[in-house]
């Protein structure tokens, strides 16, 4: 299992949308000059647009590739205010440097229209609708003949 890192960030009404994707911008592609932070503002409306839609409170923003997962939450209303459970941390490791993914959450009303608009702005960011996991894709991939499958309740007989 992947190691995994949890970030939760303020978002309204102590910051708007936009300054809450900013700040979670930071956090993941730091160098401004980066071309990770430079995709990362290519997506900012549609992402400011799930932060709004506080898809983000119950479902992260995964952010996934050769490092640590990275799981990112928003709080809103009250939370945010009183700066409750909040951990927005610099990561030690930069989870944009090299091979990276990242999903979404959106509503499911707005999954069509995010994923279309997504596609046309980014080969590395998808989305999901709430309540539904991330699709790695390692997880589509065919299992090599190689491999061996466990039976679980044959190797756990006494």
């Known amino acids: 299992m ?26 993941l592609a730091p160098d401004a000059a980066s071309a990770a932070r430079a995709e990362l503002q290519k997506v900012a409306g549609v992402a400011a647009s799930a932060i709004v839609s506080e898809a ?5 923003i995964y952010v996934y590739g050769e490092g640590p997962q990275i799981r990112i939450y928003c709080v809103f209303g009250e939370n945010a205010v009183s700066q409750d459970g909040l951990n927005e941390d610099p990561l030690i490791e930069i989870p944009t440097a090299g091979s990276w993914k990242m999903s979404l959450p959106c509503l499911p009303e707005d999954l069509d229209w995010t994923e279309k608009k997504l596609k046309t702005l980014s080969s590395r960011i998808t989305a999901r609708a709430t309540g539904k996991d991330v699709e790695y894709e390692h997880e589509k991939k065919p299992r090599a003949s190689a491999e061996v499958a466990l039976n679980l309740a044959e190797f756990l007989k006494p």
Do not use: H, Y
Request: positive net charge.
């Open 56 to 60: 983000p409170a119950n479902d992260a």
């Open 2 to 27: 992947a190691t995994v890192i949890s970030r939760t960030f303020a978002s309204t009404p102590q910051r708007t949308a936009g300054e809450t994707w900013t700040a979670i911008m930071k956090l």
